[in-house]
């Protein structure tokens, strides 16, 4: 069974760059894949950040932008700010209607 | 605005069985797939299954399948979530949420499922 992975954890500093990413157990994260991406804090549903890749969603900020970097999915915040601490998470399509979450990769801001 | 609110949640025995809905407004209901994806006390989000703009075609997570039936009623503006012989396992807060080109694009608020004896 593919599994989808991601950094369990990652710090930042404010104002600070960050890139988060998404893989597979095995194979390489293609465009294919319409890789997305997700922001939630704890009590809260999810908010989508990115669409197929590198598509931002409305009302997300030019500083969240999404890509393939080698053979991952990637999600880079740049100028970090206190309330980008969440948990993000990564979703692949495989096809076949099947869609798979990430573990997701819980960002601290320090 | 647009805009998914779930309901039905609630606490079942192992074993029992319990029916999500989700109630659409604000955007044309019957022209998107639609999903529902969960997430356990503590854990993190799993998608669950996923149905067509027209019902015909349904998918689902292995861990589910067999036992959870996604249904919709284009008519009534709602989306269902059947789920039969619970596990301790699927206690978790259920969302419905509308795809946007394989990704989800509006989320509900969720409902939260406790299986427990």
């Known amino acids: 069974q593919t599994v989808v992975t991601q950094e369990p954890s990652f710090s930042v500093s404010p104002g600070g760059t960050v890139t988060l990413t998404c893989g597979l157990s095995s194979g390489s994260v293609s465009t294919n894949y319409y890789p997305s991406w997700y922001q939630q804090t704890p009590g809260q549903a999810p908010r989508t950040l990115i669409y197929?890749?590198?598509s931002r969603s409305s009302g997300v900020p030019d500083r969240f932008s999404g890509s393939i970097l080698g053979n991952k999915a990637a999600l880079t915040i740049t100028g970090a700010q206190a309330d980008d601490e969440s948990n993000y998470y990564c979703?692949?399509?495989?096809?076949?209607?099947?869609?798979?979450f990430g573990g997701g990769t819980k960002l601290t801001v320090l | 605005q647009v805009q998914l609110v779930e309901s039905g949640g609630g606490l079942v025995q192992p074993g029992g069985s319990l029916r999500l809905s989700c109630a659409a407004s604000g955007f044309t209901f019957s022209d998107y797939t639609m999903h529902w994806v969960r997430q356990a006390p503590g854990k993190g989000l799993e998608w669950v299954a996923v149905v067509s703009h027209d019902g015909r075609n349904t998918y689902y997570a292995d861990s589910v399948k067999g036992r959870f039936t996604i249904t919709r009623d284009n008519s009534k503006n709602t989306l269902y979530l059947q789920m039969n012989s619970l596990r301790t396992e699927d206690a978790a807060v259920y969302y419905c949420a509308r795809d946007f080109y394989h990704s989800m694009d509006v989320w509900g608020q969720g409902t939260t499922a406790t299986v427990s004896s």
């Open positions: 197929s890749t590198d």
């Open positions: 979703v692949l399509y495989m096809g076949g209607g099947i869609s798979v």
